[in-house]
């Protein structure tokens, strides 16, 4: 009963206003209430412990610290800002990033590699350039035997055969049998002409299949860095490989 009262009493009650800037005043601008003045202290006294703060941490600095951000940081007009690390990404593969699909990119890749296999099964890979050279290691007792040496005729073969690696055949084949084939100058010109064509052809489709490897990882490590789960950069991006991440292990259900 006495709570209602009390009610009923205030809201008779006058309404105590706080008064105006008095009008020969009104060139200092508004007047300050009280309300006014308790922001612009709370403001006041947050700035006071921030800069309180700072310079218990700078008192306290070791200045043999270091930060792996440091590397990163630069200090500009007294401001540190990040510095902007550029996507090791060729235009090409910007171009096919952004146009195209990660299965797109798979179905081009996997058709080179099949062109890539026959091309191989074809040429066999005997002289090829981008091969590894093999080694034929001859070995002797003495000296002299070293010093009386011939590669033709340890490998009994003739002298203008010896730099092949395939079809060096052995004097007594040749004096037993007839050479099948071509044997004009021109013709055997012709032969290694398009055998040095097809060998350039298969170096150019093992490097298209060698990027279109690397592109289709980039977009699928793109993808994957949509996932909110937490990950750390392990490894940075280069033309020739996507940046490796290590993402937080989750339980699925």
Same mark, same amino acid.
């Given at each position: 009963?006495?709570?209602?009262?009390?009610?009923?009493?205030?809201?008779?009650?006058?309404?105590?206003?706080?008064?105006?800037?008095?009008?020969?005043?009104?060139?200092?601008?508004? $007047?300050?209430?009280?309300?006014?003045?308790?922001?612009?202290?709370?403001?006041?006294?947050?700035?006071?412990?921030?800069?309180?703060?700072?310079?218990?941490?700078?008192?306290?600095?070791?200045?043999?610290?270091?930060?792996?951000?440091?590397?990163?940081?630069?200090?500009?007009?007294?401001?540190?800002?990040?510095?902007?690390?550029?996507?090791?990404?060729?235009?090409?593969?910007?171009?096919?990033?952004?146009?195209?699909?990660?299965?797109?990119?798979?179905?081009?890749?996997?058709?080179?590699?099949?062109?890539?296999?026959?091309?191989?099964?074809?040429?066999? $890979?005997?002289?090829?350039?981008?091969?590894?050279?093999?080694?034929?290691?001859?070995?002797?007792?003495?000296?002299?035997?070293?010093?009386?040496?011939?590669?033709?005729?340890?490998?009994?073969?003739?002298?203008?055969?010896?730099?092949?690696?395939?079809?060096?055949?052995?004097?007594?084949?040749?004096?037993?049998?007839?050479?099948?084939?071509?044997?004009?100058?021109?013709? $055997?010109?012709?032969?290694?002409?398009?055998?040095?064509?097809?060998?350039?052809?298969?170096?150019?489709?093992?490097?298209?299949?060698?990027?279109?490897?690397?592109?289709?990882?980039?977009?699928?490590?793109?993808?994957?860095?949509?996932?909110?789960?937490?990950?750390?950069?392990?490894?940075?991006?280069?033309?020739?490989?996507?940046?490796?991440?290590?993402?937080?292990?989750?339980?699925?259900?």
């Amino acid at each position: 009963m006495a709570a209602a009262f009390r009610k009923a009493a205030k809201s008779r009650q006058r309404e105590h206003r706080e008064r105006s800037q008095p009008g020969f005043r009104k060139h200092l601008g508004l $007047l300050e209430k009280k309300k006014d003045y308790k922001l612009r202290a709370d403001d006041y006294r947050k700035k006071q412990e921030y800069l309180k703060a700072l310079r218990k941490k700078a008192l306290e600095k070791n200045p043999d610290e270091f930060y792996y951000k440091m590397t990163r940081v630069k200090l500009q007009d007294g401001v540190h800002i990040i510095k902007e690390t550029k996507e090791e990404v060729t235009p090409e593969q910007l171009k096919l990033m952004r146009t195209q699909d990660v299965k797109y990119i798979e179905m081009k890749r996997v058709a080179e590699a099949k062109k890539i296999e026959r091309l191989k099964s074809e040429l066999h $890979l005997l002289d090829f350039q981008g091969k590894q050279q093999n080694k034929h290691v001859f070995f002797f007792d003495t000296k002299k035997e070293v010093e009386r040496f011939d590669v033709a005729t340890h490998l009994q073969t003739a002298p203008e055969l010896v730099d092949r690696v395939f079809n060096r055949p052995r004097i007594e084949t040749l004096q037993k049998e007839k050479v099948k084939g071509v044997t004009n100058q021109t013709g $055997l010109k012709r032969i290694a002409k398009e055998r040095q064509k097809q060998y350039n052809c298969l170096t150019q489709r093992i490097e298209r299949e060698k990027k279109l490897f690397v592109i289709a990882q980039k977009i699928q490590t793109r993808k994957d860095l949509m996932d909110k789960t937490q990950k750390v950069k392990v490894k940075k991006e280069t033309v020739n490989s996507p940046a490796i991440y290590k993402f937080q292990s989750r339980r699925k259900r």
